[in-house]
């Protein structure tokens, strides 16, 4: 028997990976790449990773693929502006609408079983049944791209992110919207809710963590600072602590309130993170960048880390390596700190601080004008 790894290796491509996705049930992740293609691949620590299926059905580069939640479905969305369901069990495209959207979607929520949210490059959202050919719901309440989505337990609120600098709340069952915050200096990137659906973070184009109470649209509550770059993506790994994709290349692990960065989980060298997605048990963290690369990092520790409020958060010129296989393939590791330091408090800034300042002269890639 081959010999368990930490994480499964990378999945390399032959073009850059635009969005991807873990099966809710299975050891398999679909990506969708700038050349349109859709590939299902199976991960593992103890075996190779293998393409199990390719899908050549859009035109143009897949923005969006999303499992549904019980993984019989993948959903894909293209700036061909058409929205395809694919059965995982056959591989067959079982529903198409070719011209989902006016303007290219940019962004895509799974709701449940049957509905799926859609937001495009022009500020429209659609909600969809996927049991239907047209869109159940139609609303354009911002100017520029949704960015992202997030909706509460009770699938009522759905809350979207705009690069207008704006975060919208819509009552998908009354199909209206219920309040517009007020205008931001800076696009609103990416979404995440923690602290039992209390708290809603929204990451920015300059790098600050925004804080919302849920139902108060608003204002912001809080922010925090300290990324370099734009904050493209997040996902919350617990209740406490969100992972970051930033145009820098870095996935940073961030607790909040007490608001710390606690380190580096991997990072793909100067490419920008595209997008990051947990996987069904929560072990492991993917992401995807220009390096045309999907990689795969060990979040077990990362999801424990605590945060010590009688310390003061120490200032550092790099961020702290979290987990062993990023480590080795860490672009800091030869500033690494000795693996034995792992328990101490985690570098990163005070609750309203700046962390790595060193890092603003990455080089700073612009993203693919066929995205």
Known sequence: MAEEREAPKEIKFADLVVDLSFHPQKDVLAAGLIDGEVKICSYSTTEENHELMTFTHHKKACRCVKFSPSGDQLITTSKDKSLHVIDTSTGAVVRSVQKAHDSPPYSMLVIDENQVATGDDDGTIKLWDRRQDKAIMELKECEEFISDMVIDDQRKILVASSGEGTLTAFHIKKKKMELQSELFESEMLSLAVVKGGSKLLCGDGEGVLNFFNWGQWGNISDRFPGHPMSIDCMVAISDDIVCTGSMDG???????????????????????????????????????????????????????????????????????????????????????????????????TEDSGVEDSDLDDDEDDDDDDDE
């Open 250 to 348: 870095i996935v940073r692990a961030v607790h909040i309130l007490p608001n710390r960065f606690l380190g580096s989980v991997g990072q793909h060298d100067e490419f920008p993170v595209e997008n990051l997605s947990l996987s069904r048990d929560g072990t492991f963290l993917a992401s995807c960048s220009h390096d045309q690369k999907i990689k795969f990092w060990n979040i077990t520790d990362v999801k424990d880390e605590k945060v010590d409020i009688s310390k003061k958060a120490k200032k550092s010129n790099k961020p702290k390596t979290l987990n062993k296989a990023a480590q080795k393939n860490d672009f800091f590791a030869d500033l690494a700190e000795p693996s034995s330091s792992s328990a101490a408090p985690s570098a990163g």
